[in-house]
């Protein structure tokens, strides 16, 4: 018969603390009195939310103004006709998103804000997706990019009724592309229309 070393009330064969005071038990538990329980599963934090619309906005502010200085301006500086031109900074955009995301998961806009893509499971994004994603955002581009105003430094009247019609062309074909891009702001997962098209998020460190 065991007794409990802190307060000397009798202890019964198998239990774990003693029931007067509550001290650790000198008798061993006995492995047939309490049937086996599996652990439940360790939930995992990463630390990582849902990127919110306003950090990929101005990531991709960076992103374009990035896009500009390195490829675009030159682009805009060669002997190219205009629609050439703008089919030029579609592929440009394309390859820009599409290998950075491939590669390295992030472009230099989502760095800075410590945003990453990753799948919808939250593993690293397949090469597909990262061209699914690039693509689609290029083909919504490119509407709206081919009716881009172009600029005029002293506008004749002819000329201005003629910025006028494109202006008015250019929101219309432009309308896919900004719809894409707002797509994040009322989405639950923040996904714009590239994203579910990819079956990929956007997520931040916090």
């Not at 006709?81 to 390295?104: E, K, M, P």
């Amino acid at each position: 018969m065991a007794y409990c070393q802190v307060c000397g009330a009798q202890e019964v064969d198998g239990q774990k603390f003693c029931a007067s005071c509550g001290a650790p038990s000198s008798t061993p538990a006995s492995s047939t009195s309490f049937p086996y329980a599996p652990m439940s599963p360790v939930t995992v934090t990463t630390g990582e939310n849902i990127a919110g619309f306003w950090w990929r906005f101005v990531a991709f502010i960076i992103d374009s103004i990035i896009l500009g200085l390195v490829i675009l301006i030159p682009l805009r500086a060669s002997n190219l006709s205009f629609y050439a031109t703008s089919v030029a900074q579609v592929v440009a955009a394309f390859l820009y998103f599409g290998l950075l995301i491939r590669y390295r998961g992030q472009t230099p806009g989502m760095r800075l804000f410590r945003m990453r893509c990753l799948s919808a499971d939250r593993t690293k994004v397949t090469p597909s997706q990262a061209y699914t994603r690039a693509g689609v955002y290029s083909i919504l581009l490119l509407a709206g990019s081919l009716y881009e105003l172009h600029v005029y430094t002293h506008p004749t009247a002819a000329q201005t009724h003629a910025l006028n019609r494109s202006f008015g062309i250019y929101l219309l074909f432009s309308v896919p592309h900004y719809l894409d891009l707002l797509w994040a702001a009322w989405d639950k997962q923040r996904q714009t229309l590239h994203d579910k098209a990819a079956g990929t998020i956007v997520v931040r460190s916090v």
